[in-house]
């Protein structure tokens, strides 16, 4: 079975940083996937994790350990046209199925 | 360069009335997706396909039907539209290059069943 749990709503000041949380259960799993969805769009790739350790891109940074079943993605030096929504999706081998959590809402506020 | 294309992007339905999604791809993708997406419920998977010929269900398939007659072409299709069927649909696809290629969404189709 898959169970992905993410908080539903965030809230951070813009020029700060935020760390949004992510936790799996997946049967099969094989990785971890970010992605960034703003309002009425479709969902756009930040990051990838497969190995334990920190993955870094700019301002984005992905974390995952797989022995804890727990990932996080860091937003330094917020901008308000952060404010969207941030989706956790754990890949599953055999099938190549991208499993996704809720989402977690982030609001950034001046 | 259109990557993922969705058609129509958005439309209403009467309940009982049949209709067609389209997913169209131009980048030689493998994999291809369909999912929802409801408030509070993220992305659920409905249907996918590994390749052209091949379609397997997902975690909420039922009332839909999906066809991949050719490789750039997921079709998903509602037989008999009800009103728990109204969401946005999301088409997404994946390759196979590397070991684990992200996956490219379309911009969606906001389907109303009245």
């Known amino acids: 079975g898959q169970n992905i749990d993410q908080p539903t709503e965030m809230t951070a000041t813009e020029g700060a940083i935020v760390q949004i949380n992510c936790t799996y259960q997946t049967s099969g799993f094989n990785g971890l996937f970010w992605y960034q969805q703003h309002a009425g769009e479709a969902p756009t790739f930040l990051s990838y994790?497969?190995?334990?350790g920190l993955e870094e891109k700019g301002r984005f940074s992905s974390f995952l350990s797989r022995s804890k079943g727990y990932s996080y993605l860091l937003l330094k030096e917020l901008q308000m046209k952060d404010s969207a929504y941030y989706l956790c999706?754990?890949?599953?081998?055999?099938?190549?199925?991208?499993?996704f959590g809720t989402g977690t809402r982030l609001t950034v506020i001046p | 360069n259109a990557g993922v294309t969705q058609t129509p992007k958005f439309r209403v339905l009467k309940t009982g009335q049949s209709m067609t999604l389209l997913c169209a791809q131009d980048?030689?993708?493998?994999?291809m997706y369909w999912y929802r997406q409801d408030p509070g419920m993220g992305l659920r998977l409905i249907h996918y396909s590994v390749g052209e010929g091949t379609t397997a269900k997902g975690e909420v398939p039922d009332g839909y039907n999906v066809s991949r007659l050719k490789k750039q072409n997921f079709l998903l299709g509602l037989e008999s539209a009800a009103p728990s069927q109204t969401s946005v649909y999301f088409c997404?696809?994946?390759?196979?290059?590397?070991?684990?290629?992200?996956?490219?969404f379309g911009q969606g189709t906001r389907l109303t069943v009245v």
């Open positions: 999706a754990a890949h599953q081998t055999g099938a190549n199925n991208l499993f």
């Open positions: 994790n497969v190995l334990d």
């Open positions: 980048m030689n993708h493998e994999y």
């Open positions: 997404a696809s994946r390759g196979t290059a590397g070991k684990n290629t992200e996956a490219f």
